[in-house]
Protein backbone atom coordinates (compact mmCIF):
# COMPACT_ATOMS: atom_id res chain seq x y z
CA UNK A 1 0.00 0.00 0.00
CA UNK A 2 1.30 3.73 -0.90
CA UNK A 3 2.34 6.11 1.25
CA UNK A 4 -1.02 7.90 0.79
CA UNK A 5 -2.91 8.24 4.53
CA UNK A 6 -6.16 6.00 4.75
CA UNK A 7 -8.97 6.36 7.08
CA UNK A 8 -10.94 3.28 8.45
CA UNK A 9 -14.53 3.92 9.06
CA UNK A 10 -17.49 3.14 10.92
CA UNK A 11 -19.64 0.06 9.49
CA UNK A 12 -21.12 0.90 6.03
CA UNK A 13 -24.88 1.13 5.68
CA UNK A 14 -26.29 -2.13 4.25
CA UNK A 15 -29.08 -3.15 1.89
CA UNK A 16 -32.56 -3.35 3.11
CA UNK A 17 -32.75 -7.09 4.97
CA UNK A 18 -28.63 -7.27 4.78
CA UNK A 19 -27.81 -7.94 8.52
CA UNK A 20 -24.21 -7.63 9.99
CA UNK A 21 -22.55 -10.04 12.73
CA UNK A 22 -21.54 -7.39 15.57
CA UNK A 23 -20.45 -7.98 18.72
CA UNK A 24 -18.70 -11.32 17.82
CA UNK A 25 -15.22 -12.75 17.31
CA UNK A 26 -14.65 -14.50 13.92
CA UNK A 27 -14.64 -17.91 15.53
CA UNK A 28 -18.00 -16.62 17.26
CA UNK A 29 -19.67 -15.37 13.98
CA UNK A 30 -22.35 -17.71 12.67
CA UNK A 31 -21.84 -18.74 9.12
CA UNK A 32 -24.61 -18.82 6.88
CA UNK A 33 -25.09 -20.33 3.05
CA UNK A 34 -23.66 -18.58 0.04
CA UNK A 35 -25.77 -16.05 -1.27
CA UNK A 36 -27.83 -16.90 -4.83
CA UNK A 37 -24.78 -15.65 -7.57
CA UNK A 38 -23.71 -16.93 -11.24
CA UNK A 39 -22.46 -20.91 -11.55
CA UNK A 40 -19.11 -19.53 -12.13
CA UNK A 41 -18.30 -17.34 -8.90
CA UNK A 42 -19.55 -20.76 -6.63
CA UNK A 43 -17.38 -22.45 -8.57
CA UNK A 44 -14.40 -20.16 -8.19
CA UNK A 45 -14.65 -19.79 -4.75
CA UNK A 46 -14.58 -23.72 -4.23
CA UNK A 47 -11.31 -24.39 -6.73
CA UNK A 48 -9.28 -21.19 -4.92
CA UNK A 49 -7.61 -22.50 -2.30
CA UNK A 50 -5.83 -20.69 0.81
CA UNK A 51 -3.17 -23.20 0.41
CA UNK A 52 -2.41 -22.50 -3.25
CA UNK A 53 -2.21 -18.24 -2.49
CA UNK A 54 0.14 -19.30 0.48
CA UNK A 55 2.56 -21.17 -2.15
CA UNK A 56 2.81 -18.12 -4.33
CA UNK A 57 3.86 -16.21 -0.49
CA UNK A 58 6.61 -18.90 0.15
CA UNK A 59 7.69 -18.33 -3.53
CA UNK A 60 7.81 -14.07 -3.04
CA UNK A 61 9.82 -14.62 -0.05
CA UNK A 62 12.20 -16.83 -1.05
CA UNK A 63 12.65 -14.18 -3.84
CA UNK A 64 13.16 -11.32 -1.92
CA UNK A 65 15.64 -13.67 0.63
CA UNK A 66 17.87 -14.25 -2.28
CA UNK A 67 17.51 -10.51 -3.69
CA UNK A 68 18.94 -8.45 -0.76
CA UNK A 69 15.91 -8.90 1.38
CA UNK A 70 13.59 -6.71 -1.12
CA UNK A 71 10.69 -6.53 -3.49
CA UNK A 72 10.86 -3.14 -4.58
CA UNK A 73 10.02 -1.61 -8.09
CA UNK A 74 13.23 -1.84 -10.41
CA UNK A 75 15.12 -4.14 -8.33
CA UNK A 76 16.05 -7.85 -9.32
CA UNK A 77 13.36 -8.94 -6.26
CA UNK A 78 10.59 -7.11 -8.09
CA UNK A 79 12.14 -8.58 -11.71
CA UNK A 80 11.98 -12.10 -10.07
CA UNK A 81 8.74 -11.30 -8.62
CA UNK A 82 7.28 -10.43 -12.18
CA UNK A 83 8.32 -13.21 -13.77
CA UNK A 84 7.65 -15.33 -11.26
CA UNK A 85 4.04 -14.29 -11.82
CA UNK A 86 3.77 -13.83 -15.94
CA UNK A 87 5.62 -16.58 -17.03
CA UNK A 88 2.86 -18.77 -14.34
CA UNK A 89 0.02 -16.78 -16.30
CA UNK A 90 1.68 -17.21 -20.00
CA UNK A 91 2.10 -21.39 -19.02
CA UNK A 92 -1.96 -21.15 -18.29
CA UNK A 93 -2.17 -19.81 -21.77
CA UNK A 94 -3.47 -15.72 -20.87
CA UNK A 95 -2.24 -13.25 -23.07
CA UNK A 96 0.63 -11.56 -21.28
CA UNK A 97 1.80 -7.94 -21.92
CA UNK A 98 4.89 -6.72 -20.17
CA UNK A 99 4.88 -3.14 -19.48
CA UNK A 100 7.60 -0.55 -18.89
CA UNK A 101 7.44 2.86 -17.60
CA UNK A 102 9.87 5.52 -16.35
CA UNK A 103 10.19 6.39 -12.44
CA UNK A 104 11.75 8.18 -9.58
CA UNK A 105 13.18 5.28 -7.32
CA UNK A 106 13.89 6.42 -3.89
CA UNK A 107 15.66 5.30 -0.51
CA UNK A 108 15.62 6.30 2.43
CA UNK A 109 18.81 6.75 4.44
CA UNK A 110 18.09 8.68 7.26
CA UNK A 111 15.48 10.16 9.35
CA UNK A 112 15.97 11.43 12.67
CA UNK A 113 14.32 14.48 14.70
CA UNK A 114 15.59 15.74 18.31
CA UNK A 115 13.44 18.05 19.91
CA UNK A 116 13.55 19.20 23.64
CA UNK A 117 16.87 16.89 24.33
CA UNK A 118 15.19 13.91 23.22
CA UNK A 119 14.63 11.69 20.01
CA UNK A 120 11.43 12.43 18.63
CA UNK A 121 10.46 9.16 16.10
CA UNK A 122 9.69 10.10 12.45
CA UNK A 123 9.27 9.05 8.82
CA UNK A 124 10.40 10.95 6.10
CA UNK A 125 7.94 11.36 3.34
CA UNK A 126 8.28 9.86 -0.33
CA UNK A 127 10.57 12.10 -2.45
CA UNK A 128 11.34 14.56 0.30
CA UNK A 129 14.42 16.87 -0.37
CA UNK A 130 17.28 15.42 1.73
CA UNK A 131 18.76 17.63 4.48
CA UNK A 132 23.02 17.74 5.05
CA UNK A 133 24.57 15.00 6.93
CA UNK A 134 23.82 15.97 10.59
CA UNK A 135 20.49 17.53 9.57
CA UNK A 136 19.37 21.16 10.01
CA UNK A 137 18.96 22.86 13.46
CA UNK A 138 16.47 25.56 13.40
CA UNK A 139 13.63 26.92 15.76
CA UNK A 140 10.25 25.58 15.19
CA UNK A 141 7.64 27.35 14.15
CA UNK A 142 4.20 26.13 15.30
CA UNK A 143 1.27 26.99 12.27
CA UNK A 144 -2.08 27.81 14.04
CA UNK A 145 -4.36 25.08 13.61
CA UNK A 146 -7.90 24.91 11.91
CA UNK A 147 -9.51 22.58 9.31
CA UNK A 148 -6.61 23.50 6.54
CA UNK A 149 -3.66 24.39 8.47
CA UNK A 150 -0.77 25.32 6.72
CA UNK A 151 -2.45 25.06 3.02
CA UNK A 152 -2.84 28.45 2.98
CA UNK A 153 -0.73 31.46 2.56
CA UNK A 154 -1.82 33.30 5.52
CA UNK A 155 -1.33 30.71 7.59
CA UNK A 156 2.25 31.10 8.42
CA UNK A 157 3.33 34.33 10.08
CA UNK A 158 6.67 36.39 8.57
CA UNK A 159 8.88 35.17 11.49
CA UNK A 160 8.59 31.65 10.06
CA UNK A 161 11.29 32.34 7.95
CA UNK A 162 14.45 30.19 8.45
CA UNK A 163 12.23 27.75 10.66
CA UNK A 164 10.90 24.31 10.52
CA UNK A 165 7.14 24.36 10.28
CA UNK A 166 5.25 21.97 12.61
CA UNK A 167 1.59 21.84 10.70
CA UNK A 168 -1.10 19.66 11.66
CA UNK A 169 -2.31 17.08 8.69
CA UNK A 170 -5.87 17.68 6.72
CA UNK A 171 -7.23 19.97 4.73
CA UNK A 172 -4.86 19.47 1.65
CA UNK A 173 -2.38 17.03 0.96
CA UNK A 174 1.47 16.96 1.54
CA UNK A 175 2.89 18.49 -0.42
CA UNK A 176 0.89 22.04 -1.06
CA UNK A 177 1.94 22.15 2.87
CA UNK A 178 5.54 21.72 2.70
CA UNK A 179 5.49 24.17 -0.88
CA UNK A 180 3.07 26.77 1.30
CA UNK A 181 5.67 26.97 4.43
CA UNK A 182 8.59 26.77 2.05
CA UNK A 183 6.94 29.89 0.30
CA UNK A 184 7.02 31.39 3.12
CA UNK A 185 10.48 31.19 4.12
CA UNK A 186 10.60 27.85 6.41
CA UNK A 187 13.64 25.59 5.86
CA UNK A 188 11.91 22.42 7.13
CA UNK A 189 8.41 20.52 7.57
CA UNK A 190 7.27 18.18 9.96
CA UNK A 191 3.43 17.21 9.40
CA UNK A 192 1.86 15.66 12.43
CA UNK A 193 -1.03 13.08 12.14
CA UNK A 194 -5.04 13.90 13.35
CA UNK A 195 -5.53 10.49 14.20
CA UNK A 196 -3.87 7.35 15.72
CA UNK A 197 -1.04 5.92 14.15
CA UNK A 198 2.42 6.82 12.33
CA UNK A 199 1.87 9.31 9.43
CA UNK A 200 3.03 7.98 6.62
CA UNK A 201 3.19 10.24 3.79
CA UNK A 202 4.74 11.31 0.00
CA UNK A 203 5.11 14.39 -1.51
CA UNK A 204 3.80 12.79 -4.83
CA UNK A 205 6.42 13.88 -7.02
CA UNK A 206 10.37 14.95 -7.13
CA UNK A 207 9.10 17.87 -8.81
CA UNK A 208 6.72 19.27 -6.30
CA UNK A 209 9.02 18.81 -3.25
CA UNK A 210 10.66 21.94 -1.82
CA UNK A 211 12.05 21.45 1.42
CA UNK A 212 12.58 18.59 3.79
CA UNK A 213 9.41 16.97 5.49
CA UNK A 214 8.41 14.14 7.47
CA UNK A 215 5.74 13.13 9.23
CA UNK A 216 5.24 12.03 12.95
CA UNK A 217 2.00 10.80 15.56
CA UNK A 218 -0.40 12.94 16.79
CA UNK A 219 0.90 12.57 20.21
CA UNK A 220 4.21 13.65 19.11
CA UNK A 221 2.98 16.91 17.57
CA UNK A 222 0.88 17.64 20.54
CA UNK A 223 3.80 17.64 22.36
CA UNK A 224 6.13 19.36 19.84
CA UNK A 225 3.37 22.22 19.84
CA UNK A 226 4.30 22.66 23.47
CA UNK A 227 8.02 23.81 22.03
CA UNK A 228 7.56 26.38 19.82
CA UNK A 229 10.21 28.83 19.17
CA UNK A 230 13.10 26.19 20.60
CA UNK A 231 15.68 25.03 18.45
CA UNK A 232 15.37 21.30 17.14
CA UNK A 233 17.46 19.23 14.65
CA UNK A 234 15.72 17.41 11.50
CA UNK A 235 17.79 15.00 9.67
CA UNK A 236 15.97 13.33 6.77
CA UNK A 237 18.31 12.21 3.25
CA UNK A 238 17.12 9.95 0.56
CA UNK A 239 18.90 8.54 -2.24
CA UNK A 240 16.61 8.97 -5.48
CA UNK A 241 17.62 7.47 -8.94
CA UNK A 242 15.42 8.07 -12.24
CA UNK A 243 15.18 4.00 -13.45
CA UNK A 244 12.20 1.63 -15.05
CA UNK A 245 10.08 -0.96 -13.84
CA UNK A 246 7.29 -2.65 -15.71
CA UNK A 247 3.24 -3.68 -15.00
CA UNK A 248 2.47 -7.39 -15.52
CA UNK A 249 -1.08 -7.34 -17.82
CA UNK A 250 -2.96 -10.55 -18.26
CA UNK A 251 -6.21 -11.13 -19.95
CA UNK A 252 -8.43 -14.03 -20.84
CA UNK A 253 -8.72 -15.26 -24.37
CA UNK A 254 -12.60 -15.60 -24.12
CA UNK A 255 -15.12 -12.84 -23.23
CA UNK A 256 -16.67 -9.89 -25.05
CA UNK A 257 -13.44 -7.50 -24.66
CA UNK A 258 -15.78 -3.93 -24.85
CA UNK A 259 -16.84 -5.04 -21.43
CA UNK A 260 -13.60 -6.36 -19.29
CA UNK A 261 -13.83 -7.02 -15.71
CA UNK A 262 -10.48 -5.76 -14.20
CA UNK A 263 -8.62 -6.59 -10.96
CA UNK A 264 -5.29 -5.52 -9.69
CA UNK A 265 -2.85 -5.45 -7.40
CA UNK A 266 0.31 -4.12 -6.95
CA UNK A 267 3.55 -6.55 -6.98
CA UNK A 268 6.61 -4.17 -5.62
CA UNK A 269 7.27 -4.16 -1.75
CA UNK A 270 9.28 -1.20 0.10
CA UNK A 271 12.78 -0.91 -0.50
CA UNK A 272 13.08 -1.65 3.14
CA UNK A 273 11.47 -5.55 3.20
CA UNK A 274 10.10 -7.78 1.23
CA UNK A 275 6.50 -6.65 1.55
CA UNK A 276 4.64 -9.99 1.78
CA UNK A 277 1.50 -8.39 3.12
CA UNK A 278 2.23 -5.31 1.47
CA UNK A 279 1.14 -6.61 -0.65
CA UNK A 280 2.13 -9.99 -1.65
CA UNK A 281 -0.91 -10.64 -0.46
CA UNK A 282 -3.01 -8.88 -3.00
CA UNK A 283 -1.14 -10.65 -5.79
CA UNK A 284 -0.75 -14.05 -4.58
CA UNK A 285 -4.47 -14.51 -3.99
CA UNK A 286 -4.66 -12.60 -7.90
CA UNK A 287 -2.15 -14.89 -9.17
CA UNK A 288 -4.40 -17.68 -7.34
CA UNK A 289 -7.39 -16.60 -8.69
CA UNK A 290 -6.32 -15.85 -12.48
CA UNK A 291 -4.90 -19.65 -12.71
CA UNK A 292 -8.12 -21.60 -11.17
CA UNK A 293 -10.23 -19.51 -13.73
CA UNK A 294 -8.02 -20.46 -16.43
CA UNK A 295 -7.50 -18.46 -19.37
CA UNK A 296 -10.79 -19.56 -21.78
CA UNK A 297 -13.44 -19.23 -19.10
CA UNK A 298 -17.21 -19.77 -20.20
CA UNK A 299 -17.56 -16.48 -19.03
CA UNK A 300 -19.97 -13.88 -21.13
CA UNK A 301 -16.82 -10.56 -20.39
CA UNK A 302 -13.25 -10.78 -20.58
CA UNK A 303 -11.11 -10.66 -17.58
CA UNK A 304 -7.80 -8.46 -17.36
CA UNK A 305 -5.43 -8.53 -14.54
CA UNK A 306 -2.97 -6.11 -13.37
CA UNK A 307 0.56 -6.56 -11.60
CA UNK A 308 1.32 -2.94 -10.60
CA UNK A 309 4.92 -1.85 -9.84
CA UNK A 310 6.21 1.29 -8.51
CA UNK A 311 3.01 1.70 -6.60
CA UNK A 312 4.70 2.44 -3.06
CA UNK A 313 6.52 5.42 -5.35
CA UNK A 314 2.84 7.07 -5.77
CA UNK A 315 0.42 4.60 -7.60
CA UNK A 316 3.66 5.00 -10.55
CA UNK A 317 2.44 1.72 -12.65
CA UNK A 318 -1.05 1.61 -12.38
CA UNK A 319 -1.24 5.40 -13.59
CA UNK A 320 0.69 5.00 -15.86
CA UNK A 321 -1.06 2.47 -17.61
CA UNK A 322 -4.40 4.34 -17.06
CA UNK A 323 -2.87 6.84 -18.69
CA UNK A 324 -1.70 4.82 -21.49
CA UNK A 325 -5.07 4.13 -22.97
CA UNK A 326 -7.41 5.79 -24.90
CA UNK A 327 -11.11 7.10 -23.98
CA UNK A 328 -12.18 4.14 -26.14
CA UNK A 329 -10.19 1.54 -24.42
CA UNK A 330 -10.64 2.98 -21.04
CA UNK A 331 -14.63 2.56 -21.61
CA UNK A 332 -14.10 -1.37 -22.80
CA UNK A 333 -13.21 -1.42 -18.96
CA UNK A 334 -16.47 -2.31 -17.04
CA UNK A 335 -15.54 -2.14 -13.50
CA UNK A 336 -11.94 -1.85 -11.47
CA UNK A 337 -11.03 -4.28 -8.55
CA UNK A 338 -8.60 -3.63 -5.88
CA UNK A 339 -6.83 -5.90 -3.69
CA UNK A 340 -3.71 -4.28 -1.14
CA UNK A 341 -2.88 -5.60 1.62
CA UNK A 342 -5.57 -8.38 2.73
CA UNK A 343 -3.86 -10.73 5.19
CA UNK A 344 -2.82 -8.22 7.71
CA UNK A 345 -1.97 -10.23 11.57
CA UNK A 346 -4.32 -7.99 13.48
CA UNK A 347 -6.60 -8.10 10.65
CA UNK A 348 -9.73 -5.61 10.21
CA UNK A 349 -11.97 -5.89 6.84
CA UNK A 350 -12.66 -3.47 4.95
CA UNK A 351 -14.08 -2.64 1.70
CA UNK A 352 -14.26 0.71 -0.18
CA UNK A 353 -17.28 2.70 0.52
CA UNK A 354 -18.47 3.13 -2.76
CA UNK A 355 -21.38 4.55 -2.20
CA UNK A 356 -20.19 7.06 0.59
CA UNK A 357 -22.48 6.14 2.75
CA UNK A 358 -20.37 6.35 5.69
CA UNK A 359 -20.07 10.77 4.87
CA UNK A 360 -16.80 10.74 5.30
CA UNK A 361 -13.75 11.71 2.95
CA UNK A 362 -13.19 11.68 -0.52
CA UNK A 363 -17.40 10.83 -1.59
CA UNK A 364 -18.81 8.31 -3.80
CA UNK A 365 -16.54 6.36 -6.69
CA UNK A 366 -18.09 6.31 -9.99
CA UNK A 367 -21.63 5.23 -11.22
CA UNK A 368 -21.10 1.14 -10.03
CA UNK A 369 -18.92 1.76 -7.18
CA UNK A 370 -22.07 1.21 -4.97
CA UNK A 371 -23.28 -1.77 -6.31
CA UNK A 372 -19.58 -3.31 -6.10
CA UNK A 373 -19.27 -2.84 -2.09
CA UNK A 374 -22.67 -4.07 -2.19
CA UNK A 375 -21.47 -7.20 -3.33
CA UNK A 376 -18.60 -8.19 -1.18
CA UNK A 377 -20.80 -6.69 1.52
CA UNK A 378 -22.99 -9.39 1.12
CA UNK A 379 -20.85 -11.91 -0.02
CA UNK A 380 -18.73 -12.14 2.91
CA UNK A 381 -21.68 -11.27 5.40
CA UNK A 382 -23.96 -14.04 3.70
CA UNK A 383 -20.91 -17.24 3.01
CA UNK A 384 -18.27 -16.05 5.50
CA UNK A 385 -19.81 -14.51 8.66
CA UNK A 386 -18.22 -11.27 8.37
CA UNK A 387 -18.83 -7.94 8.92
CA UNK A 388 -17.02 -5.06 6.70
CA UNK A 389 -16.57 -1.65 7.62
CA UNK A 390 -15.90 0.59 4.62
CA UNK A 391 -13.19 2.96 4.02
CA UNK A 392 -12.70 5.98 2.25
CA UNK A 393 -11.44 6.47 -1.30
CA UNK A 394 -8.00 8.36 -0.42
CA UNK A 395 -6.44 7.98 -3.22
CA UNK A 396 -4.29 5.72 -1.72
CA UNK A 397 -3.91 2.74 -3.46
CA UNK A 398 -3.87 1.49 -7.72
CA UNK A 399 -7.22 2.41 -7.68
CA UNK A 400 -6.83 6.40 -7.85
CA UNK A 401 -6.58 6.87 -11.58
CA UNK A 402 -9.27 4.17 -12.32
CA UNK A 403 -11.78 6.46 -10.71
CA UNK A 404 -10.41 9.78 -11.74
CA UNK A 405 -11.48 8.73 -15.16
CA UNK A 406 -14.72 7.59 -14.17
CA UNK A 407 -14.45 3.90 -13.86
CA UNK A 408 -16.13 2.39 -10.87
CA UNK A 409 -14.22 0.34 -8.44
CA UNK A 410 -14.07 -1.40 -5.49
CA UNK A 411 -12.29 -4.20 -3.37
CA UNK A 412 -11.39 -5.21 0.20
CA UNK A 413 -8.34 -4.40 2.59
CA UNK A 414 -7.23 -5.40 6.16
CA UNK A 415 -5.83 -2.33 7.15
CA UNK A 416 -2.30 -0.83 7.55
CA UNK A 417 -0.74 1.26 10.24
CA UNK A 418 -3.74 2.65 12.11
CA UNK A 419 -4.76 1.05 15.42
CA UNK A 420 -7.25 -1.39 15.74
CA UNK A 421 -10.17 -0.34 18.04
CA UNK A 422 -11.41 -1.67 20.79
CA UNK A 423 -14.74 -2.08 19.34
CA UNK A 424 -13.19 -3.59 15.95
CA UNK A 425 -10.72 -6.17 18.69
CA UNK A 426 -14.79 -7.51 19.85
CA UNK A 427 -16.28 -7.58 16.23
CA UNK A 428 -13.33 -9.33 14.48
CA UNK A 429 -10.60 -10.28 17.27
CA UNK A 430 -7.24 -9.48 17.11
CA UNK A 431 -5.78 -6.84 19.98
CA UNK A 432 -7.16 -3.33 20.28
CA UNK A 433 -4.77 -0.61 20.47
CA UNK A 434 -1.95 -1.76 18.38
CA UNK A 435 -1.45 -1.50 14.22
CA UNK A 436 -3.63 -4.06 11.83
CA UNK A 437 -0.50 -4.22 10.57
CA UNK A 438 2.56 -3.71 13.10
CA UNK A 439 5.24 -4.58 10.26
CA UNK A 440 3.58 -2.25 7.86
CA UNK A 441 6.84 -0.96 5.64
CA UNK A 442 9.48 -2.79 7.46
CA UNK A 443 11.86 -5.57 7.28
CA UNK A 444 9.43 -8.05 9.07
CA UNK A 445 7.13 -7.40 7.14
CA UNK A 446 7.63 -11.36 5.77
CA UNK A 447 6.16 -14.67 6.09
CA UNK A 448 5.51 -14.38 9.58
CA UNK A 449 3.27 -11.09 9.34
CA UNK A 450 0.38 -12.96 7.51
CA UNK A 451 -3.37 -13.91 8.74
CA UNK A 452 -3.99 -16.94 6.96
CA UNK A 453 -7.87 -16.46 7.53
CA UNK A 454 -8.08 -13.10 6.75
CA UNK A 455 -6.12 -14.01 3.61
CA UNK A 456 -8.35 -16.98 2.89
CA UNK A 457 -11.69 -14.75 3.49
CA UNK A 458 -10.74 -12.24 0.77
CA UNK A 459 -9.37 -14.57 -1.51
CA UNK A 460 -12.83 -16.20 -1.22
CA UNK A 461 -14.28 -12.73 -1.72
CA UNK A 462 -11.85 -12.09 -4.94
CA UNK A 463 -12.91 -15.16 -6.27
CA UNK A 464 -16.61 -14.32 -5.92
CA UNK A 465 -16.62 -11.23 -7.09
CA UNK A 466 -14.66 -12.13 -10.54
CA UNK A 467 -16.92 -14.71 -10.94
CA UNK A 468 -20.00 -12.40 -10.51
CA UNK A 469 -18.99 -9.58 -12.84
CA UNK A 470 -17.20 -11.95 -15.17
CA UNK A 471 -20.64 -13.36 -15.65
CA UNK A 472 -22.65 -9.70 -16.13
CA UNK A 473 -21.97 -6.47 -15.32
CA UNK A 474 -25.72 -5.37 -15.39
CA UNK A 475 -25.84 -4.40 -12.31
CA UNK A 476 -22.46 -1.86 -12.48
CA UNK A 477 -23.05 -0.49 -16.22
CA UNK A 478 -26.13 -1.09 -17.61
CA UNK A 479 -25.18 -4.02 -20.18
CA UNK A 480 -26.62 -7.27 -20.34
CA UNK A 481 -24.95 -10.95 -20.77
CA UNK A 482 -24.21 -11.61 -24.49
CA UNK A 483 -21.43 -10.92 -26.99
CA UNK A 484 -19.78 -8.39 -28.41
CA UNK A 485 -21.01 -7.37 -31.85
CA UNK A 486 -18.11 -8.25 -34.49
CA UNK A 487 -16.23 -6.23 -36.97
CA UNK A 488 -18.48 -8.15 -39.74
CA UNK A 489 -21.83 -6.96 -37.75
CA UNK A 490 -20.58 -3.61 -37.02
CA UNK A 491 -20.01 -3.03 -40.59
CA UNK A 492 -23.16 -4.55 -41.66
CA UNK A 493 -25.31 -1.95 -39.25
CA UNK A 494 -22.60 0.98 -40.82
CA UNK A 495 -23.92 -0.24 -44.36
CA UNK A 496 -27.90 -0.60 -43.49
CA UNK A 497 -27.97 2.96 -41.39
CA UNK A 498 -26.22 4.54 -45.05
CA UNK A 499 -28.81 2.89 -47.28
CA UNK A 500 -31.16 4.18 -45.03
CA UNK A 501 -30.30 7.36 -44.55
CA UNK A 502 -29.89 7.72 -48.50
CA UNK A 503 -33.70 6.91 -48.98
CA UNK A 504 -34.70 8.98 -46.18
CA UNK A 505 -32.80 12.26 -47.76
CA UNK A 506 -34.27 10.64 -51.28
CA UNK A 507 -37.59 11.04 -50.31
CA UNK A 508 -38.16 7.06 -50.65
CA UNK A 509 -41.65 6.15 -49.23
CA UNK A 510 -40.39 3.58 -47.27
CA UNK A 511 -37.86 5.50 -45.29
CA UNK A 512 -38.97 5.56 -41.64
CA UNK A 513 -38.78 9.09 -41.20
CA UNK A 514 -40.88 12.51 -41.69
Known sequence: ?????????????????????????????AVSTVPDGPALAKQLVKKVDVNGVNRHLIALQRIADTNGGTRAASTDGHKKSAEYIATKLEAAGFQVTRQEFPFTYAETLAEKLTAGGANVPIIAMEYTPSTPVGGITAPLSVVAVDDTSGCEATDYTADVAGKIALIKRGGCSFAQKQATAAAAGAIGAIVYNNTDGDLNGTLGDPADAKIPTGGVTAAAGAQLATLGGQAVTLELRAFQEARTSYNVIAETKTG?????????????????????????????????????LGSSPKANNAVRFGFWSAEEFGLIGSTYYVDSLSFEQQLDIALYLNFDMIGSPNAGYFAYDGDDSDGVGAGPGPYGSAQIEKTFVDYLQAARGVALEGTD???????????????????????????????QAAKWGG?????????????????????RVA????????????????????????????????????????????????????GDPHALTA
Request: aromatic content about 6%; proline content about 5%; hydrophobic content about 40%.
Open 1 to 29: MSLFRKRFLPPVALAAGATLVLGLTPAAA
Open 256 to 292: RKDNVVMLGSHLDSVPAGPGINDNGSGSAALLETALQ
Open 393 to 423: FTGRSDYGEFIAVGIPAGGLDTGAEVLKTPA
Open 431 to 451: TAGIAFDPCYHQACDNLGNID
Open 455 to 506: LDRNSDGLAWALGVYATSTESVNGVKPGKAKTAKQKAAERGAQRNFSAHAVA
